[in-house]
C-alpha cells in the first residue's frame, strides 16, 4: 500500500478514486508518564513517555485508516493528513484521513 501526503505520485496514474479512508486512535494519559512529565516539567527536557504514546496512537490510526482502504480495494492512499484534538481532560484523538485511490504505474501504459 502506498501512503503519501502528495496529491499525486510521480509515474503513477489514478485509475479510480474509492472515497475517503479514515482512522482514529483515543488515547489516555497514564498516571506513570504524568508523574514524569510533571518532573520533567520542573527540570525541562523531552516527554518520552507522551512521545512514545503520540507514536503509538498514530502508527494504530494509520493502520486502521490502511484496512479500510484494503476493504475498499485500494492500493494507494493520497493527500494523507493528521489531525487531532481533546476528547476529555487527560483524553486525545489522533485522527488520520486520506484519499483512497488505485493507481498503476505509467510505464505499463507504454508499448
Given at each position: 500500500?502506498?501512503?503519501?501526503?502528495?496529491?499525486?505520485?510521480?509515474?503513477?496514474?489514478?485509475?479510480?478514486?474509492?472515497?475517503?479512508?479514515?482512522?482514529?486512535?483515543?488515547?489516555?494519559?497514564?498516571?506513570?508518564?504524568?508523574?514524569?512529565?510533571?518532573?520533567?516539567?520542573?527540570?525541562?527536557g523531552e516527554l518520552?513517555?507522551?512521545?512514545?504514546?503520540?507514536?503509538?496512537?498514530?502508527?494504530?490510526?494509520?493502520?486502521?485508516?490502511?484496512?479500510?482502504?484494503?476493504?475498499?480495494?485500494?492500493?494507494?492512499?493520497?493527500?494523507?493528513?493528521?489531525?487531532?484534538?481533546?476528547?476529555?481532560?487527560?483524553?486525545?484523538?489522533?485522527y488520520v484521513y486520506?484519499?483512497?485511490?488505485?493507481?498503476?504505474?505509467?510505464?505499463?501504459?507504454?508499448?
Amino acid at each position: 500500500m502506498l501512503i503519501t501526503n502528495l496529491e499525486v505520485l510521480p509515474n503513477q496514474e489514478i485509475i479510480k478514486h474509492l472515497g475517503l479512508v479514515q482512522g482514529s486512535s483515543v488515547r489516555t494519559k497514564h498516571v506513570g508518564r504524568d508523574i514524569m512529565a510533571t518532573l520533567k516539567n520542573l527540570f525541562g527536557g523531552e516527554l518520552k513517555g507522551y512521545t512514545e504514546l503520540l507514536q503509538e496512537s498514530r502508527a494504530e490510526a494509520m493502520e486502521r485508516m490502511e484496512q479500510q482502504a484494503v476493504a475498499v480495494g485500494a492500493n494507494a492512499i493520497l493527500n494523507v493528513r493528521f489531525s487531532t484534538s481533546s476528547i476529555a481532560q487527560g483524553a486525545a484523538e489522533i485522527y488520520v484521513y486520506g484519499s483512497a485511490v488505485i493507481v498503476e504505474d505509467i510505464a505499463s501504459h507504454r508499448r
